[in-house]
DNA sequence: ATTCAATTTGTACAACTGTACAAATTATAA
DNA sequence: TTATAATTTGTACAGTTGTACAAATTGAAT
């Protein structure tokens, strides 16, 4: 058994939904870029809104439980900074890249759960909340230990942005390609974390009421 | 004559689109909003496309203008860390706050704009390209002025994630309220505009080689 | 008042939507 | 093989979509 035609819906669906939307999508659509029929979907899913259930239950928890093991491995770093930068690590790295499960993961669900979230689609709406605040907020309270003195708003805002320089990163990639003019590819997932850890590092580093020491440079990979 | 039937039904497209996309909101619903027929829309519009070509040409150009003004403004401050916060000032406000000009404005608008480039929307991908990028180029450079020995590369990721921090901001303001626990205001557009300032500035300033002066703590308005 | 153009309405159209369900097919177990 | 269940297909349905266009209405100028 290769892979059954649920999976092979559900994999079609995540590509469909990151480019297009939940709306732009037909279960049509989804059928025939999985070579088949269209109540094979009504079979195996019930409905529209089910099927993005589904999708959700399929990776959320993965990639959920790979941030939580990374910030694990970060939260046993001494140092502030470099704790800091590798919690940020953990956050990051899981939404744009790829773990061992084979279907699609990372990248590709993250980015379809952007459009999602802009899309304002109800259906979405409550799936998304319930599935990720709570990871959210552990992520939050880690950072918290790393910038001593940082008020809760600024933590707040600025995983705020973070997520969503993560969203707009995964969602329009080649605006950065066009507008370097081809020296820079959007489209480079490593570079892309790199810059945006290093970022939200100097974002989050400038909460501390302890401005010390400059920020450590460190760059993993090309860039 | 207060208004015209004409203006009346790209005000309330606006605020449809920007609420729920462009693909869900049909042409029938804009009527609706607008009281109006829907033969309305193709007579003055021709087509739903002609439609968002026209909302854009609506509210591109006084937008890019105020921003270039303030940028003119902040230009001319000696300072470079003061200047490099009146420049991404000069960025994010005009997009965040309604200008003069009665129509929906600034944060209506900026927010249709990242719920259509999340959709991806064919229609709408080319509109915005060529609508924004040149405006986009002229804040990198003024930008690279403020942050002496910053990379190209580190000065165009950054500005990517501060146009996905300003999106998403403007699309899930609810998000930051949930987190906070209610302590926070999402919705509180004075506020989110001095956070994405702040932090935003943090992120550029660390691209600078010459690490110096901690930076100043400059915070208008409440927080 | 009358003419002519601009606007607004109403309605019709083909295409497409999500969903339902009977029929056909395939797999599983005895 | 046979029977039983699981899956897949095909098709039909009512509702919605963008668009087109004739008819009705309004406006402005003579």
Redesign the interface.
Known sequence: MRQSLKETLLRHAVTLFS???Y??VSLRDIAKAAGANVGSLTYHFGSKANLLRDIYELHTRPMNARRLELLGEARRISNPDERLMAVLRAYVVPAFISSTESDGGGAEFTRMR??L?????PDARKII?DAF?ET??VF?DALAECVPGAS???L??????L???????L??PE??T???GG??D?EDRE??VN??V??????F??LSTE?AA??PRIMKGR?
């Open positions: 480019k297009s939307g709306n732009a952007a459009v979230s802009a899309e304002g689609n909340a605040d959210s907020r939050i809760p708003e600024g707040i805002w600025r995983s705020q942005f997520l969503g320089a993560l969203y707009y990163t969602v329009n605006r950065v066009r507008l370097s020296t820079v959007g570079a892309a810059q945006i290093e970022a939200s590092y100097a974002s580093r400038s401005l400059p920020a860039n």
